[in-house]
């Protein structure tokens, strides 16, 4: 049934992944006409606030040749950065999306203008139509970055460069013009209709584009943009940075004499919110769905501007994600199920995981998104790199990898996965939960069917956290039905802790958490062996980092009841 069930999301992602590329060929012919054809930019007029924070000794890295993006590195001894092979997709992204020239900004100086100019000449003269520089996303984050930083590029430049900058912008607003025309995806249709509004509002010739593009924009926003706030992706990481994109583009509205679309008013209301609910209270956001590395300065940014709120939101049933608290403690759950293939290609299969904090310090996390490396993510992506339950060491969701079936499944999976990504085929269907307070606790629970396929397995959790913090009692409950009723299963429930946290065996067959903040809580467990086992945190600040995990093994065969419980011994120094 699960092999059969997936045959046929291949088969109809297939179709419909065809019907979309004769589409986009039909367009070139139906389409709507190019507002741009023949329009020439002839002046910038604003230069939009970039509110990602900058730090001006990536200047001097980068003036000494060394490029650091997305966890690599390249030395490029005098040369170009473009001459090189990336080390990585990753890195080639940021260094093609330019977003790195606001740390040249930050120095301040005529030699850091003088080396934004020539990195931006280099390109142009050499490397403008590269394949790595041409995908939308790429596209769209370029041209915000030369808008931008147009002040920090432009100063000092002669007639013949400031021509060929705005020649490059022109020919980059058609360039997602026509994309848009001839229909992109959903995630690239919204970053492109961003660029588009960016540069209607900044350019002088290009004003034919902002009444299409935002009439696109408000569209997307409306689509991508749930009512709880989160995006479909389900990933806070691509949340933060389109705020950092939409509130500067809400204030270039305003600075045109424009009233900004009520789309764009009401996306960011909603978003804002949605980000106070994944927060820890060390400024970290909730590691689900490809969210690696928190840049606290640019979450701090963005939740200025949400000033108003009263109350942190808790319960956002549309993105699957809920919110306990308790004295210091915080928790944050994963309860939905994977967003639609379209969206899903750095979606995650956590369902029923959790992350929980105390205070300012980490104690169970996810692993987290790595900054590059496609081995790391997959891995990353994987069940068994949440804090939840595994069975037979496998994912409750089933990813896309272009080498399982037969040789004609595999070649359709091959093109899909070129086209796509590592998207997800299929998991769990839209989670059931309850919630409710009762005197002296809060309580979660929730059921997920992403085994029942493969194992006939329904995995429950449930939660109940103190009201004063100093307990989290859990019980992880699994359902045999169906399929595979009777096989012996091994399950493994997972608590990754942060690696800040040191465990050690206790008295009573209790477990030892101590936290460097002085911090001491014991874990004990019903049901199952529990164990003391190596385990990676992907999203570390300066890289993956080592770590621990507490695990309970079991054989699951007719069912099974496991219970769990964190407590504090000792509270951690204030």
């Known amino acids: 049934m699960a092999r059969g069930h997936e045959r046929w999301v291949l088969y109809r992602l297939a179709v419909r992944e065809a019907v979309r590329t004769v589409r986009s060929a039909a367009a070139r012919f139906t389409a709507p006409p190019d507002l741009l054809a023949g329009a020439r930019v002839t002046a910038l007029v604003i230069a939009p606030h970039d509110l990602r924070t900058s730090d001006a000794t990536f200047a001097d890295d980068i003036y000494s040749g060394l490029f650091v993006f997305a966890g690599r590195a390249l030395s490029v001894s005098g040369r170009s950065p473009f001459d090189y092979d990336p080390p990585s997709p990753e890195w080639a992204e940021v260094l093609y999306g330019f977003g790195w020239l606001r740390h040249l900004r930050a120095a301040d100086t005529a030699l850091a203008r003088a080396n934004?100019?020539?990195?931006?000449?280099?390109?142009?003269?050499?490397?403008?139509?590269?394949?790595?520089?041409?995908?939308?996303?790429?596209?769209?984050?370029?041209l915000i970055s030369f808008l931008c930083q147009s002040p920090l590029v432009l100063e000092g430049a002669d007639h013949t460069f400031y021509q060929a900058f705005l020649k490059a912008i022109g020919r980059s607003a058609r360039d997602l013009e026509r994309a848009l025309r001839r229909g992109t995806e959903r995630p690239?249709?919204?970053?492109?209709?961003?660029?588009?509004?960016?540069?209607?509002?900044?350019?002088?010739?290009?004003?034919?584009?902002?009444?299409?593009?935002?009439?696109?924009?408000?569209?997307?926003?409306?689509?991508?943009?749930?009512?709880?706030?989160?995006?479909?992706?389900?990933?806070?990481?691509?949340?933060?940075?389109?705020?950092?994109?939409?509130?500067?583009?809400?204030?270039?509205?305003?600075?045109?004499?424009?009233?900004?679309?009520?789309?764009?008013?009401?996306?960011?209301d909603r978003m804002l919110p949605m980000l106070r609910l994944m927060r820890h209270p060390d400024a970290s956001l909730s590691h689900f769905n490809g969210m690696g590395t928190t840049e606290a300065d640019h979450l701090t940014t963005l939740l200025i501007y949400d000033?108003?709120?009263?109350?942190?939101?808790?319960?956002?049933?549309?993105?699957?994600?809920?919110?306990?608290?308790?004295?210091?403690?915080?928790?944050?759950?994963?309860?939905?199920?994977?967003?639609?293939?379209?969206?899903?290609?750095?979606?995650?299969?956590?369902?029923?995981?959790?992350?929980?904090?105390?205070?300012?310090?980490?104690?169970?996390?996810n692993c987290g998104a790595p900054a590059s490396g496609a081995d790391q993510r997959h891995l990353s992506r994987s069940t068994a790199a949440h804090s939840t339950a595994t069975i037979a060491d496998a994912s409750s969701c089933r990813f896309l990898t272009g080498e399982n079936g037969w040789w004609g499944r595999r070649l359709i999976g091959r093109w899909l996965l070129n086209r796509w990504g590592p998207i997800i085929l299929r998991g769990p269907s839209p989670v059931p939960i309850d919630r409710r307070n009762e005197p002296g606790r809060a309580i979660l629970a929730g059921r997920h069917d992403g085994y029942q396929y493969p194992f006939g397995v329904t995995h429950e959790r449930r939660w109940e956290l103190a009201s004063d913090g100093t307990q989290l009692d859990g019980d992880d409950a699994f359902f045999r039905e169906g399929r595979g009723r009777g096989r012996a299963r091994d399950v493994a429930i997972r608590f990754h802790l942060h690696p800040t946290v040191s465990v050690v065996g206790g008295e009573d067959g209790r477990l030892m958490l101590t936290t460097p903040l002085g911090g001491i809580w014991t874990f004990a467990s019903q049901g199952a062996e529990v164990a003391i086992e190596d385990s990676v945190f992907f999203a570390g600040v300066a890289g993956p980092r080592r770590t621990k995990q507490i695990v309970l093994h079991?054989?699951?065969?007719?069912?099974?009841?496991?219970?769990?419980?964190?407590?504090?011994?000792?509270?951690?120094?204030?």
């Not at 479909?232 to 933060?240: G, L, T, Y």
């Open 116 to 142: 934004a100019r020539a990195f931006v000449s280099d390109f142009l003269a050499n490397r403008g139509d590269a394949a790595l520089a041409r995908p939308v996303p790429i596209a769209a984050r370029r």
């Open 188 to 268: 690239s249709r919204l970053l492109a209709a961003v660029a588009l509004c960016y540069a209607g509002l900044c350019c002088e010739g290009l004003q034919p584009i902002l009444r299409r593009a935002t009439r696109v924009l408000s569209r997307e926003l409306d689509r991508q943009i749930l009512p709880d706030g989160g995006h479909r992706s389900r990933n806070a990481r691509f949340a933060v940075e389109l705020l950092l994109d939409l509130l500067p583009l809400r204030q270039s509205f305003l600075s045109r004499g424009l009233e900004p679309p009520e789309a764009l008013l009401r996306a960011i």
């Open 307 to 365: 000033g108003a709120m009263i109350e942190t939101m808790r319960h956002a049933p549309f993105s699957g994600y809920e919110r306990l608290e308790g004295g210091r403690a915080v928790l944050v759950a994963d309860v939905g199920g994977p967003p639609r293939q379209s969206y899903s290609k750095l979606a995650c299969a956590g369902c029923l995981s959790f992350e929980m904090s105390s205070g300012l310090q980490r104690l169970v996390v």
């Open 554 to 574: 079991l054989t699951l065969t007719d069912g099974a009841h496991v219970r769990w419980q964190f407590a504090q011994k000792e509270p951690a120094a204030a």
